[in-house]
């Protein structure tokens, strides 16, 4: 193990990772202690209040100034990259970006210095059905049994948190500290579209590198897919049954539009896997989810709406998509229907340079593990980055199959290694600080 630890000289190394191993049940419990707060984004808030509070514990406790981010409704509300999540129904009509709370750490080292910036999100998807669960207590236990910590968050992504506020500790109470200035964007909202993420932007200072510990299952990912709901409405001619003929119905035509979205999922499958780290995807980009429409079985159908998701690659833009969802309507014969992208509407994400992805080798390396690339199959915070102009990667602890499941866990081993291979990086990333300072 020693002969590949490469740029890293061991007598500097050897020391956080001794004391890592040491401090082990801290990581272990910091990760409990945010799953029961069960900070999910459909309350009150007051879980993401509480879950916020202990980020800000440990960060203040390394050195950190702290900030709970606030800005004017109006400020947030007009920028082009808001997520207008109080247009989404009922469930979301008191939905305010200043409801749950989102912070700013900020170790700031020298003006001239580049900065990072770490991001992790604190908001969980809800849990409807403990039930489910192979112990209803389980999804807010936290516990740790065998390889795996279990509950709501677990996975996607509270462990990615806990891990890099754990490397920071020992990075940080190390004799070498970093030559950068280091931003942590502990946000909410996350799993609603991003608007914490874009306010901590908002607020500034601008980083020069992002780096997101969504669960990639340690993989590099320099890529996020973009993710859009649509919906398709067709209309028929309501005329005495008798007098009906073929294709009148809006239900005929809601089937002619079905096919011809079955060819528009092959084309984005296509899309997706021309681009870099989807060679292998086998998602399916596009998913039905409910259908509407008709009053009586004897009158042909006036009306119907189908809706469903689609993700799209990293580089189609929405007018891309809109362009294809046109053309699905407008080839050869017209359809009596429209088709048009509603409700959410994420772009995705691409991010070339290659200055954190190849220090998280490097720094892998050293712990003689080799790390894979891969694309996000998903949307997240990684676009309000990239369009802001800051480069980001997508490297974080346990898998998205587990994100929002049931039993959701993450791997103990994969968390306490995640922590381990992001310590090794903050040290390494003084040297190629110094290379990029102002
Ligand atoms: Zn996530």
């Not at 004799?175 to 280091?182: D, G, L, Q, T, V």
């Not at 690659?313 to 017209?334: G, M, V, W």
Request: with cysteine; aromatic share 6%; hydrophobic share 35%.
């Amino acid at each position: 193990m020693s002969k590949e630890r490469g740029k890293l000289p061991k007598d500097r190394l050897n020391p956080i990772l001794t004391s890592m191993e040491r401090d082990r049940p801290h990581l272990e419990n910091l990760v409990g202690e945010l799953i029961r707060c069960y900070p999910t984004y459909i309350e009150d808030g007051s879980g993401i209040r509480a879950a916020q509070s202990i980020v800000r514990r440990e960060l203040t406790s390394l050195g950190f100034r702290v900030e709970e981010v606030h800005m004017p409704e109006d400020a947030i509300k007009n920028h082009q990259l808001y997520t207008h999540v109080e247009n989404w129904g009922p469930q979301f009509e008191n939905y305010s970006p200043e409801k749950h709370v989102t912070l700013l750490g900020e170790l700031h080292v020298d003006d001239n210095a580049p900065t990072l910036v770490l991001n992790g999100h604190v908001d969980v998807e809800p849990v409807f059905d403990p039930e489910a669960w192979k112990d209803p207590t389980l999804w807010k236990s936290g516990t740790a049994e065998g390889d795996k910590i279990h509950g709501r968050g677990a996975a996607d992504m509270l462990g990615g948190v806990a891990g890099m506020l754990f490397a920071l500790k020992h990075v940080l109470s190390s004799s070498e500290k970093p030559k950068f200035n280091i931003l942590f964007h502990s946000v909410a909202d996350e799993e609603i579209g991003g608007n914490g993420t874009l306010k901590a932007i908002l607020k500034g200072p601008k980083a020069d590198w992002a780096l997101i510990a969504e669960p990639t299952e340690l993989t590099i990912n320099q890529a996020s897919l973009g993710f859009h709901h649509f919906r398709a409405e067709t209309t028929g001619t309501p005329v005495h049954m008798s007098q009906a003929s073929e294709g009148q119905s809006a239900i005929d035509v809601a089937f002619d539009v079905y096919q011809r979205l079955n060819g528009l999922r092959r084309t984005l499958k296509k899309s997706i896997a021309s681009e870099p780290g989807y060679e292998n995807s086998d998602i399916n980009p596009l998913v039905t989810g409910r259908i509407a429409g008709g009053k009586d079985p004897a009158v042909p159908a006036e009306h119907t709406t189908l809706e469903g998701v689609l993700f799209s690659a990293p580089s189609q833009t929405r007018k891309d998509i809109q362009n294809l969802l046109d053309e699905t309507i407008a080839s050869d014969p017209p359809l009596n229907a429209s088709l048009t992208l509603s409700g959410m509407s994420f772009d995705g994400a691409i991010s070339s340079d290659r200055t954190v992805p190849d220090a998280l080798i490097r720094a892998a390396k050293s712990l003689n593990v080799s790390l894979e690339e891969r694309g996000f199959p998903s949307p997240c915070d990684m676009r309000l980055y990239t369009t802001t102009g800051t480069p980001t990667t997508i490297f974080g602890p346990g898998s998205l199959a587990q994100a929002h499941s049931t039993d959701e866990f993450t791997s103990r081993d994969g968390l306490f290694l995640f922590s381990q291979i992001i310590a090794n990086f903050l040290m390494d990333f003084s040297k190629t600080a110094e290379a990029n300072s102002k």
